[in-house]
């Protein structure tokens, strides 16, 4: 007689946030200690911090040719900027803080954050308290939560929802952050604040969190620049006679896979119910509660909500979703999204006031020689005092400048060797890449170092074609967690093993369909080769305003394959 099996064990990730006091673990005890490193169960805890331990991979061979002991550690840290809204002070102080304790670079996320990449043990606490002293915080940037809300960044007031998509992405921020009083303990002043709840049980997240990380998006249907499909959760703005009544919930999105794993997959996120405003935070709350009581805790590869919609469907999703909301589910309104605007160049705000959208390669900004992209930036900010908001493209908008203030912008990048919105081609300020090597411990090929390489490569094949002013992005990762997205673009290259990659196509510019598979394992120098057939086929067949993504997906995965084998 065979014996019935039990639910399957908790993943050991579970055991350590359970047994965490609050998310303290030792963390401050190893501080205090002068090592350079944590071990296994504070570093799990130090991703709800905001901080990553991590390793210089390049140093490897140096350190052990020099006889050094160990590995190069250092930390990435990243910020909590709901909506990707900072001040100019703000920014100043972010700025020194990258000169002082990082390493020297500021580096855009895709959603709608910074980054340091570099920070050593003896300035991690300087560093985190730093952004907090500018009203800044990494509380639930990382970790088992949710993360940075997006939304759309730009101060277009003639969209009527842009505003308020921006006001509840701060909102429900913070109405979601952990209430632990670990995080201030340990990096702002040392002492144990009293929040009104017990320190071990989290009143959303309960004592051992969620199954894994989650986040949140705003957009509307005409400008879809944060994927909202690729979200955990979604809130797309609905109108009705030109004035926004609230928002479909989506919910499922989400990027990574593994290798080899059929079971793991990126997904599409499925509208579940219609809300109000005001419906905003419970709605939230509720998605949230129904994943951390239902998400599978024994198996982190399987772990994102997405997974629930996916295997239960969206009918049971939404039943059990309607036993988690205090208001009866409405179904969501009939709205898609239709469009993606960059916000780049010069732009009317509809106040009299203007923006500046810049953009930024990878999100990495630096100072490298005549290319002078870090210093160009704080000298803008110092001597606009604008605004700066974040795009989820990777790019920094200078916002709430008076009309005389183009000329002087300008100036500014031309001094600096930073080159203009318009002297970039399409496919390069489309496309995104995630750090990857050399910090990473994910990582298994290149990215953000390889990304620009490889639009050099395309941009000659696209001009001989006829195909240069062509609006498709090329994504990439290092690995199949898919942290630029790469699922949902025209091009998706994906870090497969050593330095070949996996091309995928088919993708749609907005956001709304995920791509599929075209050929596997193709080394890093031969991408641009293996694409070009298919786009010489795009050239002589398309049909009239047809794009890549949409082209590919006509002809089907298997002309594609045939066509880059």
Not at 49 to 76: I, N, P, V
Not at 258 to 272: E, L, Q, V, Y
Not at 315 to 331: G, N, W
Not at 481 to 504: M, T
């Amino acid at each position: 007689m065979s014996q019935m099996k039990g639910p399957p064990a908790p993943s050991p990730v579970e055991a350590i946030k359970a047994a965490s006091n609050g998310l303290r673990g030792t963390i401050i005890q190893t501080i205090v200690s002068g090592i350079d490193h944590f071990e296994e169960g504070d570093k799990q805890l130090l991703k709800f911090h905001g901080t990553y331990q991590q390793e210089d991979r390049d140093a490897r061979k140096s350190r052990s040719l020099g006889g050094l002991a160990g590995k190069a550690y250092s930390f990435m840290i990243r910020a909590r900027i709901p909506a990707g809204i900072i001040t100019a002070n703000q920014w100043l102080a972010l700025d020194d803080l990258a000169g002082k304790y990082a390493n020297k670079t500021i580096r855009l996320t895709t959603r709608q954050s910074i980054q340091y990449h570099g920070v050593i043990m003896d300035a991690l606490r300087e560093t985190i308290a730093g952004m907090n002293a500018c009203l800044l915080s990494t509380l639930s940037a990382c970790g088992d939560v949710n993360r940075n809300v997006m939304a759309c960044p730009a101060p277009d007031w003639t969209k009527p929802a842009n505003k308020a998509m921006q006001e509840d992405a701060q909102v429900l921020a913070m109405h979601l952050a952990p209430k632990s009083s670990a995080y201030h303990e340990i990096w702002v002043n040392g002492v144990k604040e009293p929040t009104g709840v017990e320190e071990s049980v989290d009143p959303i997240y309960g004592k051992v969190w969620l199954p894994r990380k989650f986040k949140a998006a705003f957009a509307i249907p005409l400008d879809n620049c944060v994927d909202i499909h690729a979200q955990c959760l979604g809130y797309l703005a609905v109108h009705e006679n030109g004035k926004h009544i609230g928002y479909n919930v989506l919910v499922g999105g989400g990027q990574g896979m593994t290798h080899g794993r059929a079971d793991t997959f990126p997904h599409i996120s499925k509208a579940m119910c219609f809300i109000t405003r005001d419906q905003v935070c419970a709605a939230g709350e509720a998605v949230i509660t129904l994943f951390r009581d239902h998400g599978n805790r024994a198996d982190r590869k399987r772990a994102r909500i997405k997974y629930l919609v996916a295997d239960w469907g969206v009918d049971k999703f939404r039943e059990v979703l309607a036993t988690y909301l205090p208001f009866p589910l409405l179904m969501p309104k009939d709205v898609e999204v239709s469009g993606i605007d960059l916000h780049l160049g010069w732009n009317p705000q509809g106040d009299g006031k203007f923006w500046y959208g810049l953009s930024v390669e990878n999100g990495r900004i630096k100072d490298d020689g005549h290319f002078r992209l870090r210093t160009a930036i704080r000298t803008i900010v110092e001597v606009l005092g604008c605004e700066v908001r974040l795009s989820a493209m990777q790019d920094i908008l200078f916002c709430q400048l008076d009309e005389s203030a183009q000329e002087k912008i300008v100036q500014i990048l031309k001094t600096c060797g930073v080159p203009l919105p318009e002297q970039r081609s399409p496919v390069r300020k489309l496309s995104l890449a995630c750090p990857a090597v050399p910090t990473c411990p994910l990582a298994i090929c290149e990215s953000e170092r390889a990304l620009p390489g490889l639009i050099d490569q395309i941009e000659p094949v696209l001009e001989e074609l006829g195909l240069l002013s062509e609006e498709f992005g090329i994504r990439m990762t290092g690995c199949p967690n898919g942290c630029a997205r790469p699922y949902q673009s025209e091009i998706g290259l994906v870090g497969r093993s050593g330095d070949k990659f996996v091309i995928f196509v088919g993708g749609q510019k907005n956001g709304s369909r995920l791509n599929f598979l075209g050929k596997d394992l193709v080394p890093r120098v031969e991408i641009v080769n293996t694409i070009k057939p298919l786009l010489i086929r795009y050239k002589d067949e398309r049909t009239t305003g047809e794009n890549f993504g949409d082209y590919c997906q006509r002809i089907g995965q298997d002309t594609c394959k045939a066509i880059m084998a």
